[in-house]
């Protein structure tokens, strides 16, 4: 099922601009690594940096500035600390969580290994489901994507995905959280936990 946009004609991401510590390092892994074509260098005016475009597939792309001045990335605050099921990966609001790339449902394996003789680290691939945990070993009727995680030379999580259902009306089931339900859920969290209860003794 398909639901248009009845506000603007948005047709997709146009690009992603992220931000790296070393353009030539960044390159060689999106280019050599992943295979994306580099299709345009801009050196940025008054010494400002620089801005990269590759293409990602279907018109899409995906950018990198480099500035002289950037502050270091923080894990945990402008990029999670970990791949998903092997640490925390929560990030500051505001940031950029993960990037996701659209790959063929059939080949997750293939590219798991392919990355692993890269020298890529990746997670095992992640049947996504409605279980208590949201993942399965297995294939089944209730998967609703693949993914398998990697990250880049400066630690940006990245994803290769893919649909394996049609989403209908019956998969909007959530009530959206507020930023007062952030409050009351660091209330709870504290409550339920004891060392943080007994600190505030």
């Known amino acids: ?112 290994d392919k990355l692993r003789a890269k020298g890529v680290k990746t997670t095992e691939v992640v049947n996504h489901d409605g279980s208590r945990l949201q993942v399965s070993k297995e294939m089944h009727a209730g998967v609703f994507v693949r993914s398998l995680y990697f990250q880049d030379p400066d630690g940006i999580l990245l994803e290769f995905a893919a649909w394996t259902k049609v989403f209908t009306e019956a998969d909007v089931t959530h009530k959206p959280a507020t930023a007062a339900d952030r409050e009351g859920f660091a209330t709870r969290s504290k409550a339920s936990d004891p060392v943080a209860a007994a600190s505030d003794r």
């Open 1 to 112: 099922m398909t639901r248009d946009n009845t506000e603007f004609a948005v047709t997709g991401i146009n690009h992603l601009a992220l931000v790296c510590r070393d353009m030539e390092r960044t390159v060689d892994f999106y280019s050599n690594v992943l295979g994306f074509p580099l299709i345009k260098t801009l050196d940025l005016p008054m010494n400002l940096g620089q801005h990269f475009f590759f293409d990602i597939g279907n018109g899409d792309s995906l950018a990198f500035f480099w500035f002289p001045n950037a502050p270091d990335g923080v894990p945990g605050v402008s990029a999670p600390g970990a791949m998903p099921m092997q640490g925390d990966i929560v990030t500051a609001v505001g940031s950029m969580n993960h990037v996701a790339f659209n790959v063929p449902a059939d080949k997750m394996e293939e590219y798991r």
